[in-house]
């Protein structure tokens, strides 16, 4: 066996996961010590003051479950840390764009980081501000320009001169001027999954350092472009400061060397990426974060700007599924569960390991004899279809499991394959909850679409 040692708030350590030879386990109670918004009393998981288990009684499963303090927390750890410095924290919609979720965030004074018209009319609908947002994205057309444009949104983005040359256009149209930065890729190794990883030279994201100094040169000959700003995001779940603190050097370069050019920029924008633990991994805390970065920063005399998203949100969610199936077979066992890859892709897509917890602990344990390492899958056709495999758990059918760390990319990324409706989402706050996305019925489903009837 192998432990995973982690300190609790309390100052001893207690083994969160246990590799045996079958499987790995996962100490329910040891894990939601470092999770702010989950608890276990008298064995009842909960969330802030809501019992798992009256959830899904009450909404069913598969739900998504928030937590309102959890996330305000974070924005708050986010603002205190970096209150040294003019700051902006833009969350990045994508992560969870439920509109709970945004007005809560916009309440307490967030800015939003959209991709899209979309996210840009949620966070509206939400009762954001235009002029709090930044539009990143590598592929906008002309309409999302004038959308935004027309509400007035407070940067651009820009990832490439067509995109600049096409902004250019759709701003004299509207006889307005647009205010940009560009986003540079700084060629730092974010050293996290490569379909998570942004800020190579290989990447599609950005424009080349190198090319960097030539493109704002010709921004600034572009009659209706204001230069406001300059931006990188390298990559998410980034666990380490030191691929920030590389970028930001390279960032800090070329503020630098724009200045020499006349350039001068009103905000540097260093995206998000920063890392969450979703089992027993150690990412750097946000305070650690802003004491790497805030001595550069506060010598630069530019606005700051993040772009956080999972580290927002991930950790104030869990997905609830129910047990419906247990199929031992010869060489593995399989829970089949209410919830599948369409709600939640993380773990087929970006082979991610996310803790699966019971909401009763009672006969859960290392120990108990009816522990047995099990893979957690839905009943899609897929053999990549599961959201965990060999966990040592004691299941029966009908019992109602939590998915930690749900809270970002889980039902933004889910879809409707084999015509499964998406789950349900409760938003809790204390003792409060409340449904915040009513689960798709099935007819929802095919409404949009008609029979073949030409001829
Ligand atoms: C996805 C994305 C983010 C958020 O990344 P997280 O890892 O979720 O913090 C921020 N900025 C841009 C441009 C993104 O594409």
New binding site residues.
Partial sequence: MSNSEATTDMGSTTAITTQTETGLYIDAKALTAHLPALSYRDEALHIEDVSIKAVAEQYQTPCYVYSKQAILEVYKAYSDSFASVEHQI?Y?V??NSNLAVLGILAQAGAGF?I?SRGELMRVLAAGGQANRVVY??VGKTYEDIEFALNQGISCF?VESISELSLINKVAAQLDKSAPISL?VNPDVDAKTHPY?S?GLKDNK?GIAHEQALAVYEQAATMPNIEIIGI?C?I????TEVAPFVAALDKIIELVHALADKGITLQHIDL?????VRYIDESPVSIDEFAAALLPKLTQLDLKVFF??????V?NAGVLLTRVDVLKPTEHKNFAIVDAAMNDLIRPALYQAEMAVIPSTLSSHGIETKDSQAWDIVGAICETGDFLAKDRLLALRAGDILAITGAG??GFTMSSNYNSRPRASEVMVSGESHQLVRKRETIAELYANESLWQAE
Wanted: net charge neutral.
């Fill in positions: 833009c990045a994508k992560a980081d991709v990143s994205g983005n986003r998570i942004t994201f931006d995001h990559g998410s779940q980034l995206g998000g990426g920063l890392g772009e956080p998203g999972r580290s927002m991930a970002a990319y």
